[in-house]
């Protein structure tokens, strides 16, 4: 037996040493292996992390890791999964349950908490291998923080794209439209999927053949084309005018593939620039044409613009003026205007007085006008920005040298005029002083004789009536009528007389109540009529009092007098607004009249009803036109006959 063992001894010896050399290449090669996985490890760029399965505790990490956390490997090994993680302990037990099912790896966008707190988006992969005697996850975690950037910059440039107003859009080199933005949509027309695959030359109008080509050579070239203005087309064959901005784009590799362009509609704009041209020629033209003298200066007081007119009037060119500062040499302005320029100057328009000027004194050395002096007009107007900053000021001259003159010749005139009117009105005071006189005299004269015939006429009818047959009878009493209506004509010419002769005292009068009390007067005289009188109450005026008691005396009593033969007669008394003004009126439903002789109405002893029909000497009407006159207002009638009347007069 000890011969044996030693025999095996022997062989051991002897054959054992082979296997003993390969043992130990084995684990030398291991041992280089293990070496070069920790180096590969060490220099992944992605973070390794191993991780206990029972424990969750850390038990390798390699450098990516530690630097991505900013941990050292002393510090990380003290902490497990969770203190990593920025997720609950049943999410994390849940995820690792995953794994160890699945045995392979479980791979999502997660986030892992940094040593200062904050947390970093890593790419995750996971899975379970062995780790000496322990169940062990292998975390590879890969820092996606710049590729998160990067998709936020260009969902938000994405997001810009499709909301812009502009059209943006794409194409390949040979004009193969790629992109087309909201903004492309709106400006053409175009959908997305009616334009995407085709060329675009779908939007250039027709008698633009070669501006593609050229466009595209340019991009071919690496060229930008910045603000390029022409005309396109939209989808329902309206021309519009854009602004493009095309850039080329080029791949990762730097090669150019295609094109982006930005094209604004410019319609609207250049529709206004032709307007704003339009609008400023017509303004020059208005302002070299005008009759009006216009200088332009600036704010600092520099003549920048005149017309023909202002050279007319001042006899001076803008070359002539050249230096001259209208706020500190003060040229061309009147003496005592300066405050009223000054306040233009600030930013107020202000009409400045007319006065005169000296043209060989304006400008000394260049004006040379004939005449000595010159009346101007004059109004300046400040030209303000947005902001309300003076700009420009507009100073407008008008030569009303004419116009004064005419003034002066008028005033002249009115002086003799005046003159004359004294004269006159003296003459006529004296006239209508002897016409009085006269008057009264004609008046005393015929009252005499009058009241003789009417007194002897009377006389013989109560004396003499028995031995006068019947006939007699009647030539006294008409004899005795003529001399009493006569003797009423005679007063009635007397009170127009004063009427128009008297002087007026204005005061408040309330015709109202005038009107109510002249109607109850009415109704005491002839208690046995029935008469509705309608008086609008509050009517006030300025006016002469006694005057207007006349004339509402004459309308009423002549609406009393032309009812009479109505059984329900009606007058009223009121106000109306006509052209402006206000009118008042007395109405009635009395005989009427026929318009064809309106004219007459108001005319001394003028009627248009008999004697007999209806009393009066035709004076009442023509007396309260003389005292409407003398108020400055006007009266007229409307009537039919049968119907009524109506009469109007308007007070100043």
Wanted: net charge negative.
């Amino acid at each position: 037996m000890r011969g044996h063992f030693k025999g095996f001894d022997n062989r051991r010896e002897g054959r054992g040493a082979e296997p003993l050399r390969r043992l130990e290449g084995v684990v030398a090669e291991l041992k280089e292996s293990e070496e070069r996985y920790r180096a590969v490890v060490e220099q992944a760029a992605e973070g390794i992390l191993l991780v206990d399965v029972d424990t969750k505790r850390v038990l390798e990490a390699n450098a990516a890791y530690q630097d991505l956390l900013g941990y050292s490997l002393e510090e990380i090994l003290q902490l497990s999964l969770y203190d990593l993680v920025p997720y609950p302990v049943e999410s994390m037990d849940c995820y690792v349950r995953q794994v160890l099912e699945q045995k392979s790896y479980v791979s999502g966008q997660r986030r892992h908490r940094r040593k200062d707190g904050s947390l970093v988006d890593v790419e995750v992969s996971a899975s379970l291998i062995s780790y000496g005697s322990r169940g062990t996850i292998c975390i590879v975690v890969r820092d996606i923080t710049e590729r998160k950037q990067t998709e936020e910059i260009r969902a938000r440039l994405a997001a810009i794209v499709e909301s812009s107003d502009d059209a943006i859009l794409s194409k390949t080199l040979d004009g193969t439209i790629t992109s087309w933005n909201h903004g492309a949509e709106k400006i053409y027309g175009y959908s997305s999927e009616e334009i995407v695959g085709k060329s675009v030359s779908v939007l250039v109008p027709t008698d633009r053949p070669d501006e593609i080509p050229e466009i595209l050579e340019k991009v071919g070239r690496g060229e930008a084309i910045d603000s390029y203005e022409t005309v396109r087309i939209a989808k329902d064959g309206r021309r519009l005018d854009v602004s493009l901005t095309i850039s080329p784009v080029k791949d990762f590799a730097g090669n150019l593939v295609g094109a982006s362009t930005i094209a604004r509609d410019i319609t609207e704009r250049r529709q206004t620039e032709s307007e704003l041209r339009l609008s400023e020629a017509r303004f020059r033209a208005m302002i070299e044409q005008s009759p009006l003298s216009i200088q332009v200066l600036s704010p600092d007081g520099q003549t920048l613009q005149v017309n023909r007119a202002w050279g007319e009037l001042w006899g001076v060119t803008l070359q002539d003026i050249a230096g001259y500062n209208l706020l500190k040499d003060q040229q061309l302005v009147a003496k005592g205007l300066m405050p009223y320029i000054r306040r233009g100057f600030a930013g107020e328009p202000t009409l400045i007085p007319a006065a005169a000027y000296d043209p060989d004194e304006t400008i000394p050395g260049l004006t040379s006008h004939e005449e000595p002096k010159r009346w101007v007009r004059a109004f300046i107007y400040p030209i303000k920005d947005e902001d309300g900053n003076v700009r420009e000021v507009i100073l407008m001259h008008e030569d009303i040298t004419e116009r004064k003159q005419a003034e002066e010749e008028i005033r002249k005139l009115n002086e003799q005029l005046e003159q004359r009117v004294q004269r006159r009105t003296a003459q006529l005071n004296a006239f209508n002083r002897e016409l009085e006189a006269f008057s009264y005299s004609v008046s005393h004269d015929l009252r005499a004789p009058l009241r003789s015939i009417d007194g002897f006429s009377k006389i013989l009818l109560e004396d003499y009536a028995d031995e006068l047959d019947e006939e007699g009878n009647d030539y006294l009493k008409r004899v005795r009528a003529a001399s009493q209506r006569m003797g009423q004509l005679i007063d009635d010419l007397l009170d127009l007389s004063r009427m128009t002769r008297s002087e007026m005292r204005r005061e408040s009068v309330d015709l109202s109540d005038l009107a109510k009390s002249f109607a109850e007067e009415l109704k005491r005289s002839q208690p046995e009529r029935r008469v509705e009188f309608l008086i609008e109450g509050g009517l006030l005026v300025e006016g002469d009092k006694s005057l207007l008691r006349v004339v509402l005396e004459n309308l009423l009593r002549n609406a009393w007098k032309f009812t009479g033969k109505q059984t329900h007669a009606r007058i009223e008394f009121g106000a109306l607004e006509q052209e402006d003004k206000r009118a008042y009126f007395v109405r009635d439903n009395g005989a009427g009249f026929d318009m064809a002789y309106a004219d007459k109405l108001f005319g001394a002893f003028q009627r248009l009803h008999g004697g007999s029909e209806f009393e009066g000497t035709g004076i009442g009407l023509a007396t309260v036109q003389r005292i409407i006159h003398r108020h400055g207002g006007r009266v007229w009638a409307e009537g039919r006959v049968g119907y009524g009347a109506t009469f109007y007069f308007t007070l100043q």
